[in-house]
């Protein structure tokens, strides 16, 4: 069975950066496309950015284009979010999710999240 487990989240000023992690355990990570999503207080969930199973390609919203990064380690199953330039809409529950084989959007497995807060 798929488990995800987010870490790494915490407090922050606005303009700093944070590195959110997510270990992997129960598949063939390497085999996967993973994403993060996350979710702001009160708000709805919002796909962040996707990376494929090679780390050959990655995708962002709008949103944090230009400033958040997504990486993997497939010999340690680990999915990385590095977070630059940080304000404080992007406070939110953060959630690393696999895609499902072959339906990219499509995410069939989450951990239970880390908090990210954005304050001064």
């Known amino acids: 069975q798929a488990q995800l487990a987010e870490s790494g989240g915490g407090l922050v000023q606005p303009g700093g950066s944070l590195r959110v992690s997510c270990t992997a355990s129960?598949?063939?990570?390497?085999?996967?496309?993973m994403n993060w999503v996350r979710q702001a207080p009160g708000k709805g969930l919002e796909w962040v950015s996707v990376?494929?199973?090679?780390?050959?390609?990655?995708y962002y919203s709008d949103s944090v284009k230009g400033r958040f990064t997504i990486s993997r380690d497939n010999a340690k199953n680990m999915l990385y979010l590095e977070m630059n330039s940080l304000t404080p809409e992007d406070t939110a529950l953060y959630y690393c999710?696999?895609?499902?084989?072959?339906?990219?959007?499509?995410?069939?497995?989450w951990g239970q999240g880390t908090q990210v807060t954005v304050s001064s």
């Open positions: 129960g598949f063939t990570f390497s085999g996967y496309y």
């Open positions: 999710a696999r895609s499902r084989l072959g339906r990219m959007y499509e995410l069939d497995s």
């Open positions: 990376i494929n199973s090679i780390s050959s390609d990655t």
